[in-house]
């Protein structure tokens, strides 16, 4: 019985964990930013490794101070 108990409450505790987490996200993206254009160039190096080089312009609605990736 303990462990139904405790399975139940776990179930509970994700579930709203989650909940909240999306309503935040949705939130912080909808209005605050929006990404404005993207170019992206690939180099494939001849020893096989790639070097990579994004170039990203945002369009703030906003005060930020940067971006997370």
């Not at 019985?1 to 939130?27: D, P, Y």
């Not at 180099?43 to 990736?69: L, P, W």
């Amino acid at each position: 019985m303990k462990k139904l108990i405790v399975l139940a409450l776990s179930i509970i505790v994700l579930i709203s964990t989650l909940g909240v987490s999306q309503s935040l996200a949705n939130e912080d993206i909808s209005d605050s930013w929006k990404i404005h254009s993207y170019t992206s160039t690939a180099h494939v190096n001849s020893d096989g490794s790639v070097s990579i080089e994004e170039y990203i312009t945002y369009k703030f609605n906003k005060n930020f101070s940067g971006t997370i990736r």
